[in-house]
T-cell receptor
Framework: NAGVTQTPKFQVLKTGQSMTLQCAQD?????MYWYRQDPGMGLRLIYY???????DKGEVPNGYNVSRLNKREFSLRLESAAPSQTSVYFC?????????????FGPGTRLLVL | AQSVTQLDSHVSVSEGTPVLLRCNYS??????LFWYVQHPNKGLQLLLK??????LVKGINGFEAEFKKSETSFHLTKPSAHMSDAAEYFC????????????FGSGTQLTVLP
């Protein structure tokens, strides 16, 4: 049981390049999330998916797109990377048990945009 | 609207001495509260959570936290620090318990001195 996995672990991009961050979970969770973590700011929600086939914007969605490919996988795409998107990106998943959900996080992807 | 404030950005303790990481929250509804730990270059791991049951919550690795509604606080404590406790700790609040509405604190970096 691997939990939440993310690829790649590290990535360096040039401004304007595109890339997709991959996330998968094997806990049969319905909900999945993408966050970015910046120094002194905690984690901020980019997008989330309550179930397969649905996605919704979080707090900071600009410059990103997501795809919920199936129940296991939730990818985050940067179409045209900008230096402001240099960050650590975390994927998470949770069970839908009405209230009091708990999230489980992946190890993160460290992205540097030059 | 909900918010969370971690009162110390850095805390330094000696090994074997008590740990206190402070967190105050603001919420219009009955909140869920969480503490997560993040070791260097790792993802976030759930330490404990409060979901309106017992106000004193015990977590993993000897940590516990007490929910004090009158003080709107959820401080994290441990009687005796271990070197392996050195990490960053995040206090998280969720109104109504939904994982889609998490608000993260800015984090407290715990250093444990030998």
């Amino acid at each position: 049981n691997a939990g939440v996995t993310q690829t790649p672990k590290f990535q360096v991009l040039k401004t304007g390049q595109s890339m997709t961050l991959q996330c998968a979970q094997d806990m049969n969770h319905n909900s999945m999330y993408w966050y970015r973590q910046d120094p002194g700011m905690g984690l901020r929600l980019i997008y989330y998916s309550a179930s397969e086939g649905t996605t919704d914007k979080g707090e900071v969605p600009n410059g990103y797109n997501v795809s919920r490919l199936n129940k296991r996988e939730f990818s985050l795409r940067l179409e045209s990377a900008a230096p402001s998107q240099t960050s650590v990106y975390f994927c998470a998943s949770s069970e839908n048990r009405g209230e009091r959900e708990t999230q489980y996080f992946g190890p993160g992807t460290r992205l540097l945009v030059l | 609207a909900q918010s969370v404030t971690q009162l110390d950005s850095h805390v330094s303790v000696s090994e074997g001495t008590p740990v206190l990481l402070r967190c105050n929250y603001s919420s219009s509804y009955s909140p869920s509260l969480f503490w997560y730990v993040q070791h260097p270059n790792k993802g976030l791991q759930l330490l404990l959570k409060y979901t309106s049951a017992a106000t004193l919550v015990k977590g993993i690795n000897g940590f516990e936290a007490e929910f004090k509604k009158s003080e709107t606080s959820f401080h994290l404590t441990k009687p005796s620090a271990h070197m392996s406790d050195a990490a960053e700790y995040f206090c998280v609040v969720s109104e109504g318990g939904s994982a889609r509405q998490l608000t993260f604190g800015s984090g407290t970096q715990l250093t444990v001195l030998p």
